[in-house]
């Protein structure tokens, strides 16, 4: 007798083995299928629980994404500014000094306005670095999406450009001129987006907040502003600083006699705007801009990319280019042109650099 009195007959063990191996695949392939679903599930989302921000691959953003954010984010902080203004509640106080011993002056407008430029840009582009005017504090975040939506003008005349993520530096000017701002001389403000890739300005946009006017321009690419038809080279009129002037009057009637306007006005990108073929009513005109004191990148980062865009120049007073990377102050001021031989009014420039800083 066999132990325990079973027999098994081979036909009876094949059918054994038939039936577990069934039960084996049936668990097995249920299981594979639940992986692969997972797998296939979970790759999109692999940033986060949040929708992809950009359609660029992983570690590339496309610039023309990176405009409609720029174009849309000076737009938010511009509400952001006309709102605080309208309101007559600025909190003004004095974040510090210029080396020229001016105070520079910080609003919740600036504040308001930065946090939604911020937290617009960094949300649509979290791997891109972002060098704003002002602090953003960490504990007071705000989320601000981005639906994705390309203006129709951008699309009708930009193409999709990727470029390396670490290649790009954008700069913020959450609210330019805000000595003006708290003097209630609304034309001079803009809020400005700039974007630098290898340290090169590509993307300008600089909007005004109370006339809800934008420009915005991308280098090799297009616009929706253009140059003026013409300009003075001979007898230009000069639009420089009214609150950090240093010697540049001085320095504009040396260079160009002492008939030469000089117009004084407030906010670099409201200056920029000026050598424009600007339709504002609330806007001058003038053919040169010239800055002589120490300045910051986000100050003229923006208007740098417009006027390369459409085939100017802005440098350093030395006829340097400006690089939009490191560290965020220039020290060469800045002339800036355009649809003018901008080398041969630098040549004319005497000696500025040892006698007009201060
Ligand atoms: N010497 C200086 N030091 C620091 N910032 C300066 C400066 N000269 C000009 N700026 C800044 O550049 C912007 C344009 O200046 P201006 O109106 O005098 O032409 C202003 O930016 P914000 O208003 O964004 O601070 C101003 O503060
Ligand atoms: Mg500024």
Known sequence: MAPMGIRLSPLGMAVFCLLGLGVLYHLYSGFLAGRFAFFMLSEPAAGGPEAPRSSAPAGAVDLRELLAVSVLAAVRGGEEVKRVREGNVLNEKAKGKTREGAEEKLTSGDLLSNRKMFYLLKGAFPGVQINSEEHVDAA???????????????????QPKEVPAESVTVWIDPLDATQEYTEDLRQYVTTMVCVAVNGK????????????????????????VKARSSYNEKT?????????????EQVARQTFGNKT????AGGAG??????????????????????VTYIKKWDICAGNAVLRAL??????????EIS??????????????????HKALIEKLPNLEKTSRK
């Open 236 to 248: 230009p009129r000069i639009i420089v600083s009214r609150s950090h002037a240093g010697k540049v």
């Open 324 to 341: 939009y990377t490191g560290s965020d102050g220039n020290e060469g001021g800045l002339i800036a042109s355009i649809n003018m031989n």
């Open 311 to 320: 085939g100017g120049h802005m440098t350093t007073l030395a006829g340097e």
């Open 261 to 264: 306007v000089i117009i004084p």
């Open 140 to 158: 007071d975040q705000e989320t601000v999406s981005w639906d994705r939506s390309i203006p129709e003008d951008i699309k009708k005349k930009i």
């Open 270 to 291: 409201y200056k920029v705007l000026a050598l424009l073929d600007v339709a504002e009513k609330n806007q001058e005109e003038a053919d040169v801009y010239i800055h």
């Open 201 to 224: 300005p590509v993307i300008g946009v600089i909007h005004k907040p109370f006339s809800a006017y934008t420009v915005w321009a991308m280098v090799d690419g297009g616009s929706n």
